[in-house]
Every structure is written in structure tokens, then in C-alpha cells.
């Protein structure tokens, strides 16, 4: 080592003078202090080796004694040569150094002491950021003495954000001269991750040569419990605040007045709310009286409570509703409740006030609300969800539903299905957009039936428009059909009769002459006038003659069948219109006349007026329609005319319109009295048509009677059976048929041929329906006396059916007897088979309509089939009539049919020539 060069005042440093070390630098290195020598050394080494930047401080130790600090610094350099060559200077710092170390002495008692008291302490060189932290202040952060921690920057990193900034800004201020201490309350993370509250306090202890501040001591204080304690304080002080504030709230804008009345009567005490209740402000309510406020209907209810008030014990309480006025007028309604308490200056009452007025007036309110819910109209109301809120007793009586059977459903639920999604769906955009739908709906009752309603559904809106309820009104139609037939009854019928009056009569005509022109059956019209009623009207006055006019309408209505009609034009005019006559011209005159023969019959039956009897006859004109097209006017004329025709042939009696069928009614009229004639004188004789089964053998006959009329000849049944039943001369037509045939019966005995034969008769509707029929039929058996096994009568299921309890009686009492029943003109009617079954029937009477055609129609004999197999499962006899060939007798041999009558066994005959077939016959042939 040598120095090539060295400065004079390396002299000043070391005493060697700079020749000195030139060329040998030994004299420099045996200055250096004995303790420093070894690390002197051996940075130098490394320095050379590494081509490192080299700077110490170290000792240097003179010959007398003295030891200086002194800092080297050096850049060395390689050299072409190999070698090394260094650049670099020394300084003298033993001054500094001095400082320092009496700094650091002072300053290692001054930190003993501190952290013996618990605080720590800190030390920084501000400029290179190299920080000391003492034992203490580690462990306030959980830290081991010997952790790191040895820089400021890591202490920053250590400070909670959110205090960062002010405590840095805190340390510059004062490093900076603008703040005179360095004081800061900050939080610290410690090792667990935990933030600590730190109070630190630091001091500048010493500046650079540029007077610049170097290192800053101080200490570190853990404030965490302090700062908690404060920060509870804080809060519990904040939140006592709210509630104090909250308290205080309460109490001025509570919804409730409260105010004070003290021992004098005189307001002391009062909040907001009360205050403007009563329309002034506090300071003006002060030492007021309630009593100045109380309106003056209630100021002497008022005076009698304040009496009761001032008497209540302490701790009573007393409230009641007066109403209240204040100085701009205004009322309302308070409820007052008033407490006495016993405060310091004596006693006072506490009073809450409440406006309870909308409370009253809603009150009122839902008690006419709750009336208005109760009417005639069926009401709904659900929420906005459709769900159903409440219905009244109207909607229960027309839905049938109940309040609780509703409650919570959807209205769905009254669907009647008739409607279908589209509908509902216009019904509910309706209510969305305009708030209303209103329209005729069909629903479901809870029986399941369906029925029109008119309903109208509205919209329940808040001020803001959302919507919160419908309300459906459910208005019952049947009700309003009830008024709209009052309405009818009004404009469609006469109010003494309770008739159709003309109008109705027309529209009923037009009805009657459409539906005549489609069916094609014909109609009547009678025109009615009453024989001499001016008279009676005249003599015992319009009341007594109105009491007329009411029977005769009601006579007229009972003669006529429902859908005819009995109408009165006025005055003692009355129109019948009969419909649904026959299709045949003569027969509907026929109908005609036998129903205004009653008519005409009911009519002369003495009425009872105002405890008079009088006896009234009618004038009918009849009119037939359904033949050509006629209107309604010439129909009506027609009738009229027929009236007075009928008034001019002698009154209490009728005359139809048409001369021709005059004619006809007349011939009937005739027939009829001819027919009495022939009763009288027995023109009457049985014919006799065998019945026999498919061996041939000979099983009775059917007896049919002829007229045997001394002009016309033989008259067929076809011709006078008919108006016999209409007439009631069936009656004693029947009775003689039925002699006649017991007489028969009584003659077969006599001879072997014919003792075994039975005998049919037919028996007529009318006949049977006699109350002593069976006593008619036991008689005849008697008076003859015949085997009732013989005798067999002829029913038509029509009679059968008309009235079946008191049929099967009567055929009962007489199949009792051993009479038996065959079933004429069987599969032409409606039987049931239930009827049959309970029927004492002996046999089932193929119609001749199907034996006719059994060969050529498989219709027919299907039917003809099942009538015989219908036959078997009821073990009833089965015989056909009309037989006429071979052919339709083994068909109806081959489905099971063994008995026949018919031209091919014998047209219908007289006695005589019955019983002489019967000889000329041989059994076997059939
Ligand atoms: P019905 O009781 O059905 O009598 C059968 C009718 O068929 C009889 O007519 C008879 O002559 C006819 N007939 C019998 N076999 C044949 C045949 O093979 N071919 C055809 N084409 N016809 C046949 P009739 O005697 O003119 O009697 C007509 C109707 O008059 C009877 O029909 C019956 O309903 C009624 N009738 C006859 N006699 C009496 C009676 O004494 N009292 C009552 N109430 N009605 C009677
Ligand atoms: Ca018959
Ligand atoms: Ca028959």
C-alpha cells in the first residue's frame, strides 16, 4: 500500500507529512486505533477485491495519546498495470462524533426512564429514514425486542389509513418550523393484525452541517383504553342526545295533544300538537282555560267534566269526546283524557288530546256505508287481487253462496262456462282502462243452475290511481223480469179480465197464422159477444157487470187448452183462438164446434153476482184458418160476421163463417141425431172375424160393429166410432156391444163347435173411464151368466197410458173376474215396457200397419220381430191382424207368431155365416 498522492491536510490528520507515505503507507495504518485496526483492514481487502465503493469511520490513535474519529470514503479502480488505485478522502469527525455519543449516552438514561414508566421510544434520522424502536414500544405492538422494525417506512405502513395523512402532514409541519410540538393520536397496527390507539410525542434533536433536521426522538404512549373509554362516552353521550331529541320529538309532534292544567285551571303546559289543535301558539296558550275553546253546544257538558275532573283522587283518569271550537271557527272533535297528578307546586291534570274527527265522521260513515252495502242489489267486493272480500245478503240470495262460502275465492268461481276467455278478457282491459264494465253475464248459483245477471264491475283507485279494490254489482234479472212482465201485464192485458187485451190478441193471431202455415194444421177464431149484457149493465150497474165479464173470463179460460187463447177486445167482446186443430178442413170444424159447444155450455151455467143469480147465454162466430191465406183483419171480420148470424138465428148459439161447412156441421149434426136414433132402435149388429193359431185350430173371434142404417146401408165403425166417443153415445153403444157379445158367448155353449171360443170386443177410451165399467162388465157376465174366461176386451195403449194407477185397478178388479186384456193395435203407441210389465194383460195385438208390409219392409219386420220376442219375455200371448196371405202368416210363424186374424182366415161376418165357416171348415185344414 502508498499513497500516490495526499493532500496537505492529511498532515492535519494523521502528522505525516504527504512524502512521507508516498511510497510506503505503513506509517498511516500504524495510526489506526488498535480496536479498529482488524475491520479496517479487512474492508479494505474486501473494497480491492470487489472493486467496492469503500466508507468507514474509525479511530486513529497519535503517539501522545490522542484518539480522533475519522470517516473515510473511496472509489477504487483497476489500474492497466493489475493493480488497484483508489480515489477518496478523509475527514475528521471526532467533534460530531463526541456530540453524538454524549447525545447517545444522555439519551440511553433519558429511554431507560421512559420505558420504565410504560411508554416507548422511537428514534429517526428523518433524512435516511433509519428508525430505532425501543423494547417498549414493540412490545405495545405484540412485538419480540428483537423483531425488525428498523425504519420509519415501515412504521408508516403500520399506521391505520384512514390517519396516515395527518400524521404524516403532522411530522412535516413540525419539521418544517410550522408547528412547535409533535404530538399525534393515531392507530397503529399491531402484529395480530389488530389497530391500537398511539399517542406519540417527538422532539428534533439534531440537524446536518446544512442545518437541515436529522434525527427526531420521542415517545410512543398506548392510549387504546383511553381512547375507547372516550369513544363509548361519546356515543352513549350522542345516543342520550338522539333520545333526549327523540323524547322531545315524541313529545311535541306526537299525533296526541298534551297539555298541562295546573292547580289554578290555567294551561301551564303544552306541546306543538296541542298547540295547533287548538290554533295559537304556546306563549298565547299559557295560563289560557280549555274552557275558552269548547264549542258552545258542549260549554255546559264542559263545566259539569271539569267538575269531575277536579274531583278525581291522584292517579285517576277520566275521558270523554267534546267538541271544540277555536277563534277562527273551526270545530272539531276531541277526545280528552285527563289524569291527576301531584307535581311539586300541587296538583295539576295531565291531558292528552285527540282530534277524533275524522274518526267520528268515518264512523258515520261506514255506518251508512254498511246500510248502503244492504240493498236489493247482490254486491262484491274483493281486493286487487280479485280475491273476494265481502258480499251482501242480496248477492247470498241470488248466488246462493254465503258470506263464508265466498270469502277469500276468486269470483271464478260463479262461471257459468257460457263465456268464453276472450270475453273476459275485453270484460278486464274495460275495467284496467276506464274503471267500469258493465254488461249481462251468465253465472252459476251454488245449486249448479245458470242464470243472467246484469253486472257491473268498477275500479276502487287510491288518489294516486292504483287500484285496491273492484266492486261488483250484481243485479238480479229475474227481478227486473218480474217488473218488465208487470210492464207486460200492463201493455199486453186487459185489467178487469187479466185477458190478453187487442194487442196481445194480434200478436198471438200473427203467431198462431205463421205457425198454422208451417205445420199445415188449421185453427179457429171464435168472436164472443154476450147475449142482452147492455141490460144487465144498465140495471144492476157497471160493478155488477164487471163481476160478469171476470166469471166469463174465467170460464172461457178453463174451456180452452194452454195454448189457446181466451182474449177480450172490450165491453163484452171476448176472442178465443184455438191452434193446433187437424190438418183436414171437416175435422177441424168438427173440433171447433165440440169445444165452443162447451164453451157455449159453461158459458149458460147460472153465475152468482153481488149474491144475485143471473143466468147470461153467448153469440159465437167462428172463423177457420189454415186452408188459404187470410189476414189477420179479414180473419177477425169473418168471425164477426159469423157473430151476428149466430145473433140472428136466435142468440145462445154459433155460426161459422163459411157457408160450406155450415153445411158439413150440419151433416154431423144429422149423423148425430140419427146416431141417437139407431141407439134407440138397436140399428146396430156384431160382425164376426175368426182368430186361429198356425195348427188351423179355430181359437175365437174378434166381434166389430155396423151400423145397419135403413137408408145408407151397412155404416163402417171408421164412420160413427169416432163422433160416438166425441158425443159420449160410445157409452151406450159400448154397453149394447158388450150384451150383444155375452149373449154370443151364451149361444157358443150350445154347441161343441163353438163352446170353446173366446170373444174379443173393443173397448173405447170413454167406456173404460166409466166409474162402474168393471160393475157394467161383472153385470153383463152375470145376466148372461158366461165363463169370464170367454169374454176378452180390446185395449189401445193410448187408454192404457192416460191414467195407469187407475187402469191397472180397474183391469185388476176385472182379470179377477178370469176377463182377459188383449193389447190392440200394438206398436203404433208409445208403451213402456216398465207399464206393461205391471199390467194384468193377457196379450199383445200386432198392428195390422206391420203385417201389411212384413213381407216387403225390413223395418216393419224388425219390429213385428221385437214386438213377439218383447212378447215372450213378458210371457204374454201374441196374435196378428190383418193377415192377409200366406206369405206374412209364416213369416210371422217363423219369428214366433202362432196366432192370426185376417181376410186369409175370414172376413169380418155375421153370426150366421161365422158359425156356418165353422162347420164348413174342418179343423185340420188350419
Ligand atoms: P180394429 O179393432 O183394429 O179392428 C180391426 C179392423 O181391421 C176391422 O175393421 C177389420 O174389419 C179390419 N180387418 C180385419 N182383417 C183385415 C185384413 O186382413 N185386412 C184389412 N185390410 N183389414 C182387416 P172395422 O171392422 O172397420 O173396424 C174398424 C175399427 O172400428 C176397429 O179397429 C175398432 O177400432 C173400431 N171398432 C169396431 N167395432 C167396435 C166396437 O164394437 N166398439 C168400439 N169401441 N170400436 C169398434
Ligand atoms: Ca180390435
Ligand atoms: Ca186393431
Request: contains cysteine; negative net charge; glycine residues 6%.
Amino acid at each position: 500500500y502508498c499513497f500516490p498522492f495526499a493532500s496537505e491536510a492529511m498532515h492535519k490528520i494523521f502528522g505525516v507529512r504527504p512524502e512521507e507515505v508516498r511510497e510506503n503507507a505503513s506509517k498511516v495504518f500504524a495510526l489506526l486505533h488498535p480496536e479498529d485496526y482488524d475491520d479496517i483492514m479487512t474492508s479494505i481487502q474486501i473494497s480491492t477485491k470487489d472493486l467496492t465503493q469503500w466508507s468507514e469511520e474509525f479511530r486513529v490513535k497519535h503517539d501522545n495519546g490522542e484518539v480522533r474519529w475519522l470517516f473515510g470514503n473511496s472509489i477504487p479502480e483497476r489500474e492497466p498495470d493489475g493493480s488497484v488505485l483508489w480515489h477518496g478522502f478523509i475527514t475528521d469527525i471526532t467533534k460530531q462524533k463526541l456530540i453524538e455519543q454524549e447525545l447517545t449516552e444522555s439519551q440511553q438514561r433519558w429511554k431507560f426512564a421512559i420505558e420504565g414508566s410504560g411508554d416507548g421510544v422511537w428514534d429517526v434520522n428523518v433524512q435516511t429514514q433509519e428508525a430505532n424502536y425501543s423494547k417498549r414500544w414493540k412490545e405495545m405492538l405484540g412485538f419480540d425486542e428483537n423483531e425488525g422494525l428498523a425504519s420509519r417506512k415501515e412504521w408508516i405502513k403500520r399506521i391505520h389509513p384512514d390517519d396516515k395523512a395527518r400524521v404524516l402532514a403532522a411530522g412535516d409541519a413540525y419539521l418544517e418550523g410550522r408547528a412547535d410540538t409533535y404530538i399525534v393520536e393515531y392507530r397503529l397496527k399491531s402484529k395480530d393484525g389488530d389497530y391500537r390507539w398511539m399517542q406519540s410525542r417527538g422532539m428534533l434533536v439534531s440537524k446536518d452541517a446544512a442545518g437541515k433536521p436529522l434525527r427526531m426522538i420521542g415517545t410512543q404512549t398506548d392510549i387504546t383504553e383511553r381512547i375507547n373509554a372516550q369513544l363509548t362516552l361519546q356515543q352513549t353521550r350522542e345516543e342520550l342526545e338522539l333520545t333526549l331529541d327523540r323524547f322531545k320529538d315524541l313529545y311535541e309532534f306526537a299525533p296526541i295533544g298534551y297539555l298541562t292544567i295546573n292547580k289554578h285551571g290555567l294551561i301551564s303546559q303544552i306541546n306543538w300538537r296541542a298547540c295547533a289543535m287548538l290554533g295559537m301558539d304556546r306563549h298565547s296558550l299559557m295560563d289560557k282555560r280549555i274552557a275558552e275553546f269548547i264549542d258552545e253546544d258542549d260549554k255546559q257538558r264542559w263545566s259539569r267534566m271539569y267538575q269531575s275532573i277536579k274531583a278525581l283522587e291522584v292517579g285517576e283518569e277520566l275521558s270523554f269526546d267534546i267538541k271544540f271550537r277555536l277563534n277562527n271557527g273551526n270545530t272539531f272533535h276531541g277526545n280528552l283524557n285527563c289524569i291527576k297528578a301531584e307535581e311539586i307546586d300541587g296538583q295539576s291534570i295531565r291531558i292528552t288530546l285527540e282530534d277524533i274527527t275524522t274518526i267520528k265522521k268515518s264512523e258515520a260513515e261506514s255506518r251508512i256505508a254498511a246500510i248502503a252495502f244492504e240493498t236489493n242489489d247482490g254486491l262484491m267486493i274483493t281486493d286487487a287481487e280479485k280475491s273476494i272480500l265481502k258480499v251482501n245478503k242480496a248477492f247470498t240470495k241470488i248466488t246462493g253462496y254465503s258470506d263464508d262460502e265466498v270469502v277469500g275465492k276468486n269470483p271464478h268461481m260463479f262461471a257459468s262456462g257460457r263465456h268464453d276467455a276472450a270475453f273476459f278478457a275485453a270484460m278486464w282491459e274495460s275495467i284496467n282502462n276506464s274503471g267500469q264494465w258493465s254488461g249481462e253475464i251468465w253465472n252459476k248459483r251454488k245449486n249448479g243452475e245458470l242464470f243472467p245477471e246484469k253486472l257491473t264491475i268498477t275500479a276502487v283507485k287510491t288518489d294516486k290511481g292504483i287500484i285496491t279494490n273492484y266492486v261488483g254489482t250484481v243485479t238480479d234479472i229475474s227481478y227486473i223480469k218480474a217488473a218488465a212482465d208487470e210492464i207486460q201485464q200492463l201493455a199486453f192485458f186487459d185489467s178487469l179480465t187479466r185477458l190478453p187485451n187487442r194487442r196481445l190478441l194480434m200478436d198471438r193471431l200473427k203467431q198462431a197464422l205463421a205457425s198454422s202455415a208451417r205445420s199445415g194444421r188449421q185453427g179457429a177464431v171464435l168472436f164472443l159477444d154476450l147475449d142482452h149484457f147492455k141490460v144487465l149493465n144498465d140495471s144492476r150497474g157497471h160493478d155488477v157487470g164487471d163481476l160478469l165479464l171476470q166469471q166469463v173470463a174465467e170460464r172461457l179460460t178453463l174451456c180452452v187448452r194452454v195454448g189457446d187463447t181466451v182474449a177480450r177486445l172490450g165491453g163484452d167482446e171476448y176472442v178465443v183462438v184455438l191452434e193446433d186443430l187437424s190438418g183436414d178442413g171437416l175435422e177441424t170444424a168438427a173440433q171447433t164446434e165440440t169445444i165452443t159447444k162447451k164453451i157455449i155450455d159453461a158459458l149458460n151455467q147460472p153465475y152468482w153476482l153481488d149474491e144475485h143469480e143471473h143466468h147470461s147465454t153467448p153469440s159465437i162466430g167462428i172463423s177457420i184458418f189454415g186452408e188459404q191465406p187470410i189476414t189477420m183483419e179479414e180473419l177477425l171480420k169473418q168471425a164477426d160476421i159469423a157473430m151476428y148470424q149466430a145473433k140472428k138465428a136466435g142468440r145462445n148459439t154459433m155460426r161459422f163463417f163459411n157457408p160450406q161447412m155450415q153445411t158439413t156441421i150440419t151433416a154431423r149434426v144429422s149423423l148425430e141425431r140419427e146416431l141417437r136414433k139407431a141407439i134407440d132402435k138397436k140399428q146396430f149388429a156384431l160382425y164376426y172375424q175368426i182368430q186361429v193359431d198356425n195348427t188351423g185350430q179355430k181359437l175365437g173371434a174378434e166381434a166389430l160393429i155396423r151400423w145397419v142404417h135403413p137408408e145408407r146401408g151397412l155404416v163402417s165403425p171408421a164412420q160413427f166410432i169416432p163422433l160416438a166417443e166425441e158425443t159420449g153415445l160410445i157409452l151406450p153403444i159400448g154397453n149394447w156391444v158388450l150384451d150383444a157379445a155375452c149373449a154370443q158367448i151364451k149361444a157358443w155353449h150350445k154347441n161343441a163347435l163353438t163352446r170353446d171360443l173366446t170373444l174379443s170386443i173393443n173397448v173405447s177410451a170413454k167406456q173404460f173411464r166409466q166409474a162402474d165399467f168393471v160393475a157394467q162388465v161383472k153385470s153383463a157376465i152375470e145376466r148372461h151368466s158366461i165363463d169370464p174366461m170367454q169374454l176378452k176386451l180390446e185395449l189401445t195403449e193410448s187408454l192404457l197410458l192416460d191414467n195407469i194407477e187407475e187402469t191397472i185397478q180397474s183391469m185388476s178388479a176385472l182379470g179377477e173376474l178370469g176377463v182377459q186384456f188383449s193389447l190392440d193395435d200394438f206398436g203404433t203407441g208409445y208403451s213402456s215396457l216398465q207399464y206393461l210389465k205391471k199390467l194384468p194383460l193377457y196379450q199383445l195385438k200386432i198392428d195390422q200397419s206391420f203385417v201389411r208390409d212384413i213381407v216387403t219392409d225390413s223395418h216393419d219386420r224388425s219390429i213385428v220381430r221385437t214386438i213377439i220376442a218383447m212378447a215372450q219375455s213378458l210371457y204374454l200371448n201374441v196374435i196378428a191382424e190383418g193377415v192377409e196371405t200366406e206369405q206374412q202368416k209364416e213369416l210371422l210363424l217363423s219369428h214366433g207368431c202362432k196366432r192370426y186374424q185376417g181376410y186369409l182366415f175370414g172376413k169380418p161376418v155375421p153370426i150366421k155365416e161365422f158359425n156356418a165357416a165353422l162347420k164348413i171348415l174342418p179343423r185340420q185344414d188350419y
